[in-house]
């Protein structure tokens, strides 16, 4: 079968960092995706990690380690419009990607 | 450039209707996803088409359910006879051939409620 695990909830202030991590559990794995999506909009993509190690884009980072089936997606700098849900995802060969349940984030003044 | 083009929005609907929600892709993308989202399930494919072809449609419900995709640039999603626990967000996405796979476009869903 197939599983990914990340926290429900993680609660910030703004400036600070946090860090939302993703167990995964699956076969043929190919890669790992972030996506964020605000209450009441769409997902939309963040990051993706094909290989092992650290992808930087702007506040956010995306981590994977193959070997223990995790990843990491961190923000830095919080702000308050960052406030949202963030899903991993873990591409298939063969389908399409498996979303996790997401975790809310929520940063406050 | 025009995102992903849900329609409707909103429908409402009550238990035993019929329900086709439509989508719209990207120009040039070539694969198309369906979801559906709820508090308890989360985000869930559905099913997705590759070049306009059913790829994987394990995660259609039961047999209520079905989804064509007649050319690139329209696919639809019915539901015949709805129920009320089809109630939720259903989301379309489209991902391009020149990019990641992973990197999937949605578009702003249809929050179906069945009464």
């Known amino acids: 079968g197939q599983s990914l695990e990340q926290p429900s909830e993680v609660t910030a202030v703004e400036g600070a960092i946090v860090q939302i991590n993703c167990t995964y559990q699956t076969s043929g794995f190919y890669g790992l995706s972030w996506y964020q999506q605000h209450d009441g909009g769409a997902p939309t993509f963040l990051s993706y990690n094909g290989l092992d190690g650290l992808e930087e884009t702007g506040r956010f980072s995306s981590f994977l380690s193959r070997s223990d089936s995790y990843g990491y997606l961190l923000l830095q700098e919080l702000q308050m419009k960052d406030s949202a849900s963030y899903f991993c995802a873990v591409g298939q060969a063969g389908t399409a990607l498996i979303f996790g349940k997401g975790t809310t984030l929520s940063v406050s003044s | 450039d025009a995102g992903v083009i849900q329609s409707p929005r909103h429908e409402v609907t009550e238990m035993g209707q019929e329900v086709t929600l439509r989508c719209k892709p990207i120009s040039g993308h070539n694969s198309l996803f369906w979801y559906r989202q709820t508090m308890m399930r989360g985000l869930e494919l559905l099913i997705y088409?590759?070049?306009?072809?059913?790829?994987?449609d394990s995660g259609m419900p039961e047999d209520r359910f079905s989804a064509k995709m007649p050319n690139a640039s329209f696919s639809t999603l019915k539901i015949q006879p709805s129920e009320p626990r089809d109630s939720a967000v259903y989301f379309c996405?489209?991902?391009?051939?020149?990019?990641?796979?992973?990197?999937?476009?949605f578009g702003p869903g249809t929050r179906l409620l069945v009464l």
């Open positions: 996405a489209s991902s391009s051939p020149r990019g990641l796979r992973e990197t999937q476009y």
């Open positions: 088409f590759n070049n306009n072809v059913p790829i994987d």
